[in-house]
């Protein structure tokens, strides 16, 4: 037994680092572009963009004032500065400066003091002497080759930064998230308080409207079992509830008892808060209802088909002996694989019903995440929802091998 627990949580922690493997080249690496970019909007504002590189753990420490330079030119204007792939300067669409690709800060340093005087532009640089042998990098990847607008005349610093490697990045990144460490969203608050609020709201809506759908799809399936006209009833109403939209429902049902009856509030979200969720959980219960029942029908007619369960009833057994000493045992596990399955996408299912009651929970924090390209967020929601279907994975798992005596005796020869 010990083996097989530390082989199912070796095997958990492999899936772990390659699901976090995944999301971090996705969202924090250079491989679908610059991750620092696209957090700040394609910015130039270097405070925004340091801020940006700390929270996503790109730099382990930065200095505002350790690097300077200052353009002169024949007039007072803005020019255009961009520090890749090397230092140059633009009079709009004209290159009037321009430095050789160098490797350290010093070397730009020389190069631009030494630089020439072409176009009547000159530019002069200093750099303090503990950041001099530094990769010129330090220095680029705050402007990631955006354009920054320099007053002529004008002393612009530019922070020199201390880079991360990417290695050491994902391997920090996913210690942290092991420790339920997600660091900061893209306003600088805590996420995991985020995820911990939030997440609460959308599961008081998911898990009572889960365990309504599950037990009553469960019930309607088992009410109908060898009633024929019953079958045929019951198919006609959930295909037919199932052939209009999920929208279109949540309209015409928030349209009826919201607006028309006016049997629940209508206001923003605030304490008491169990009016507000009565609703979404009514008509969440109502939409997965027709589907779940179909698929419960479809797991008891292929157990009441089995051999087995012929001979019980040819045998004289009582109808609900059948049900709970032969029927109910062999259906734990596809049932349980099915929970497993389901429960961590009706949370982000709930983005929907939280928009339009307004509910700030995890799907309001998905699309708050996405729309403004907070990579953080979405690694830690992922993440999460990723560690709840393994875990659930892993119960489902041990269920079916408790009440299935065939898998109970292939655990023991592993």
């Known amino acids: 037994m010990t083996k097989l627990v530390l082989k199912n949580i070796s095997k958990m922690l492999a899936l772990i680092a390659g699901v976090d493997l995944i999301l971090f080249l996705v969202l924090q690496s250079s491989v679908f572009g610059d991750p620092l970019a696209r957090e700040t909007?394609?910015?130039?504002?270097?405070?925004?963009?340091?801020?940006?590189?700390?929270?996503?753990?790109?730099?382990?420490?930065?200095?505002?004032?350790?690097?300077?330079?200052?353009?002169?030119?024949?007039?007072?204007?803005?020019?255009?500065?961009?520090?890749?792939p090397n230092f140059q300067v633009r009079d709009g669409e004209r290159l009037v400066f321009s430095a050789p690709v160098v490797d350290t800060l010093q070397q730009l340093v020389d190069a631009i003091n030494r630089g020439n005087n072409k176009n009547n532009i000159a530019a002069t640089a200093t750099v303090a002497v503990e950041y001099a042998n530094l990769p010129y990098a330090n220095i680029?990847?705050?402007?990631?080759?955006?354009?920054?607008?320099?007053?002529?005349?004008?002393?612009?610093?530019?922070?020199?930064?201390?880079?991360?490697?990417?290695?050491r990045r994902f391997v920090t990144g996913l210690a942290n998230l092991l420790r339920l460490d997600f660091g900061t969203d893209f306003q600088s608050r805590p996420i995991g308080s985020t995820l911990l609020h939030r997440g609460s709201r959308s599961l008081s809506i998911a898990l009572p409207a889960f365990i309504c759908i599950f037990l009553g799809a469960f019930l309607m399936a088992a009410a109908v079992q060898h009633r024929r006209r019953a079958i045929k009833v019951m198919n006609v109403v959930a295909v037919t509830c199932m052939a209009f939209p999920a929208l279109l429902w949540i309209f015409m049902i928030r349209q009826i008892v919201v607006i028309?009856?006016?049997?629940?509030?209508?206001?923003p979200f605030s304490e008491p808060v169990l009016p507000l969720l009565i609703l979404p959980i009514l008509i969440t219960v109502f939409i997965g209802l027709w589907p779940e029942y179909l698929l419960m029908r479809?797991?008891?007619?292929?157990?009441?088909?089995?051999?087995?369960?012929?001979?019980?009833?040819?045998?004289?057994?009582?109808r609900s002996r059948i049900w709970w000493?032969?029927?109910l045992p062999n259906l734990a596990?596809?049932?349980?694989?099915?929970?497993?399955?389901?429960?961590?996408?009706?949370?982000?299912?709930?983005?929907?019903?939280?928009?339009?009651?307004?509910?700030?929970?995890?799907?309001?924090?998905?699309?708050?995440?996405?729309?403004?390209?907070?990579?953080?967020?979405?690694r830690a929601i992922t993440f999460v929802i990723a560690i709840t279907f393994l875990l659930l994975q892993a119960a489902a798992t041990i269920i079916a091998r408790q009440f299935d005596p065939r898998q109970r005796s292939e655990a023991r020869n592993q």
């Open 41 to 84: 909007s394609y910015s130039n504002d270097q405070t925004l963009l340091i801020s940006a590189a700390q929270r996503l753990g790109h730099i382990s420490s930065s200095n505002h004032s350790a690097w300077e330079f200052t353009l002169s030119g024949s007039k007072e204007q803005n020019y255009d500065v961009s520090m890749r």
């Open 140 to 167: 680029a990847m705050v402007y990631l080759g955006n354009k920054l607008k320099v007053p002529a005349q004008h002393s612009q610093q530019a922070a020199v930064l201390s880079p991360i490697s990417q290695p």
């Open 260 to 267: 028309d009856m006016q049997w629940a509030p209508l206001r």
């Open 298 to 318: 479809s797991f008891v007619d292929d157990r009441m088909s089995q051999p087995f369960m012929r001979a019980a009833r040819a045998q004289g057994i009582s």
């Open 325 to 327: 000493h032969h029927l």
């Open 333 to 378: 596990g596809p049932l349980a694989q099915h929970v497993a399955l389901n429960v961590p996408f009706l949370l982000l299912g709930t983005i929907l019903l939280e928009t339009i009651f307004n509910i700030p929970g995890l799907g309001i924090s998905v699309v708050e995440a996405i729309q403004n390209h907070d990579s953080n967020m979405l």
